[in-house]
């Protein structure tokens, strides 16, 4: 975890600074000529009148808005998207340089159309996008009571042009700059993309995981061939792209343009398309809005009611070689094919109609895509990733972490010799030093994961050879230099002091960041994160210990050591001075195991004061309108904690709002990359 005490105090000081009026902003929407307010069946939202972009979208009979309405006056400037606006590249015939439009980044009035039937509202965007033989007309539909957006472009020209590039952006309440958590959870949702052709969608809940939520889905021909993060301009009012706001994305339906540039390097998860019109020649895309009345948990059903297909994974689409993983699909139509790519990378078993099972093959790995062809001409793509076998891969893990990342120079001037360090997979190297000195000191989740990995590995499939190391590095290294003689866990045994220690660091790095702390505040032993890690490596070698005494070499050190130093790890975390021990913490699942296991060993003193401390925390929880805290403005941590100890003392209310959170945040959908992945807005190394 890389925000602290320090990072906080400046953003909060900075936050604090700033007017919530944009300075320096200009209205290039014409917000202050008014809206267009349009009425369906399931949907109040207004339209403003100038641009025609969307900028509030309530259910009916609901005042929720899945868009920053309270917020546009601070997204009302050149550059910043809105739901309604386009961006696209083109070039004359198939060869050459290509051209980007885009409605956001020269606002000009557009041209209001006539209406008809079904049509709420339409514009021709000739003013505020670039000449050119394009022209593009938007049109603002009532679809069955739903809401739907689409455009027609039509070549004006005399040659052919080649659209390699049209994307329409996605803009949601997101926003959690200079909100409280209450209103945080209020007002905002979170939105995450099934990135599947014909088949894809947008999913949108509210952050607090209840009331109704919201799927975009396509409308006619409009796949949703990848998902592009957009670039606007940073204002401190909202704090695009900042660990208060992830910013935008872009539906993108054509995107062979940029898999020629700025993707070159990359696989792009579906294979890019271009679509050539010749003079005269139009075509249509478009997306459709639609409530899910019941919630997050209603969304695939809401997907399907649009005659979008739907797929089920199970368990998911991470699957290991060896283990055939089960596929549902429902749809209007009937599957003509299906089709891996790699060739032969998967192979499917139909158990019964739209019921398969998905077997990757003996030499799968990594990405790999299932094509589905149905009858009425849609392409569905369903996303997976392959494994090693299970206990292979768990294998592989224990013996990499044990050899290729084995730190064994003594001459280590602070002390991190014998250990698992953290590695440079693209160097393959050691990460020996690094401005962010947690990750070259072996503490912080950037730090611990590879000692951290390598004890946990052994819990379940134990290795004589790698527990003989890890008995070393906890003798040599956890017990003595990461932790102190009263149990405390230091921040980083690696830091930056030239005066305190001799040792050459690298020039070519900037040291001169808050995060190259000096060895005064790597040896800081007030972060409660940082005990969760060394408990959990402390348990896990308990384990090995108690069920495997006869492979351990350090006979000093037998399992009554081990529960012991979990125990005691725990309990010093929750003193007065360690910080942050009053939020839900990564990974304290394992402080309910060490408690398990006290209790069954019979250790009743010890059992019933760490009993006392968590439900001191849980009894906080369940007073608290939103329990899960964290460092950070917000985050996804410290839900674990806050459901794990409420049910073990039975309080329900707080047990049902937790699991709604972790809805709000979690998308299930057919790709493994969004599947069950926490939303963070920061964190990424």
């Known amino acids: 975890m890389f925000g602290y005490d320090r990072v906080l105090v400046v953003i909060g000081f900075v936050f604090a600074s700033l007017q919530s009026s944009v300075v320096g902003q200009s209205d290039n929407l014409g917000i202050k000529n008014g809206y267009i307010t349009v009425k369906t069946a399931n949907f109040n939202a207004r339209i403003v009148r100038d641009a ?28 910043q998207y809105h739901w309604g606006d386009i961006t696209f590249r083109y070039r004359q015939g198939s060869s050459g340089a290509w051209i980007d439009g885009n409605s956001a980044s020269a606002r000009k009035p557009v041209t209001a159309l006539k209406t008809g039937t079904g049509t709420l509202a ?13 022209n593009v007309t938007r049109e603002w539909l009532d679809v069955s009571g739903d809401l739907g957006l689409r455009f027609t472009i039509q070549n004006t020209g005399t040659s052919a042009v080649e659209i390699g590039s049209l994307g329409f952006p996605a803009e949601f309440n997101s926003i959690f700059t200079n909100r409280a958590a209450t209103d945080t959870q209020r007002l905002c949702s979170l939105y995450d993309p099934y990135v599947g052709m014909d ?15 919201l799927v975009v889905t396509p409308l006619g021909e409009t796949p949703l061939e990848a998902y592009r993060n957009l670039d606007e301009p940073y204002y401190a009012a909202t704090g695009y792209g900042s660990q208060t706001f992830e910013g935008f994305y872009e539906w993108q339906v054509l995107t062979q343009a940029w898999a020629e540039k700025e993707w070159a390097r990359v696989k792009p998860w579906n294979t890019p398309s271009s679509r050539t019109l010749q003079p005269g020649q139009k075509l249509q895309y478009g997306v459709r809005f639609s409530v899910a009345k019941g ?32 596929l549902f699909l429902q749809a209007n139509s009937s599957v003509l094919s299906m089709k891996a790519e790699p060739a032969g990378a998967l192979v499917t078993r139909e158990l019964s109609e739209n019921s398969y099972t998905i077997t990757p093959s003996a030499t799968a790995w990594g990405r790999a895509s299932l094509i589905i062809r149905w009858a009425d001409g849609k392409i569905q793509t369903v996303h997976y990733y392959v494994t090693k076998p299970s206990t292979e891969a768990i294998a592989s893990l224990g013996k990499f972490l044990t050899t290729e990342q084995w730190f064994n120079d003594t001459s280590d001037p602070f002390g991190r010799a014998p250990s698992v360090m953290s590695y440079d997979y693209e160097a393959r190297a050691l990460v020996t030093q690094d401005p962010r000195v947690w990750i070259a000191g072996l503490s912080d989740e950037g730090g611990v994961g590879a000692y951290l990995a390598a004890t946990a590995k052994q819990a379940i499939q134990p290795n004589a050879a790698e527990v003989s190391k890890l008995e070393l590095f906890v003798d040599k290294v956890l017990w003595p230099t990461i932790q102190t ?17 001799k040792y050459t660091y690298n020039a070519a790095f900037d040291w001169t960041s808050w995060t190259s702390w ?27 210990a108690r069920a495997y005494p006869a492979i351990l070499t350090v006979k000093a050190h037998d399992w009554t050591w081990y529960i012991n130093q979990a125990y005691r790890t725990v309990m010093r975390g ?39 401390s968590m439900q001191s925390r849980a009894t906080q929880w369940d007073g608290e309108a939103v329990p899960y805290g964290s460092e950070m403005a917000w985050d996804s941590t410290g839900q674990e904690g806050v459901y794990y100890w409420a049910k073990y003392f039975g309080l329900t209310n707080t047990v049902t709002k937790t699991v709604n ?22 964190d990424n190394m």
């Not at 088949?199 to 939520?213: D, E, K, N, W």
């Not at 000096?518 to 348990?539: E, L, P, T």
């Not at 929750?574 to 209790?599: C, H, K, P, S, W």
Request: proline share 7%; glycine share 10%; no cysteine.
């Open 52 to 79: 025609q972009v969307l900028a509030s979208l309530t259910p009916t009979g609901d005042t929720f808005d899945f868009l920053p309405s309270d917020l546009i006056s601070a997204r009302a400037g050149n550059g």
């Open 122 to 134: 339409a514009s021709n965007l000739s003013p505020t996008i670039p000449k050119s033989p394009l």
């Open 199 to 213: 088949a894809g969608y947008i999913r949108v809940s509210p952050v607090r995981g209840t009331g109704a939520a």
């Open 295 to 326: 919630g997050v948990r209603d969304l695939d059903a809401t997907v399907r009611k649009t005659g979008t297909p739907v797929a089920f994974g199970v368990p998911g689409y991470i699957i290991p070689r060896g283990s055939p993983s089960q």
């Open 485 to 501: 003689s009263d149990f405390g866990v230091k921040k980083s045994i690696f830091y930056y002091d030239p005066a305190a220690v």
């Open 518 to 544: 000096n060895q005064d505040d790597a040896y800081a032993v007030d972060r409660a994160y940082d005990y969760v890690h060394v408990a959990a490596a402390y348990w896990a070698m308990y384990r090995v």
């Open 574 to 612: 929750m003193q007065t001075d360690v910080g942050y021990n009053r939020l839900g913490l990564m990974g304290e699942t394992v402080f309910g195991e060490i408690l398990a296991d006290l209790t069954r060993e019979g250790l009743t003193t010890e059992a019933s004061a760490l009993t006392k």
């Open 661 to 682: 959170s972790v809805l709000g945040y979690m998308p299930t959908v057919p790709h493994w990359g969004w599947n069950g992945n926490a939303r963070r807005y920061w």
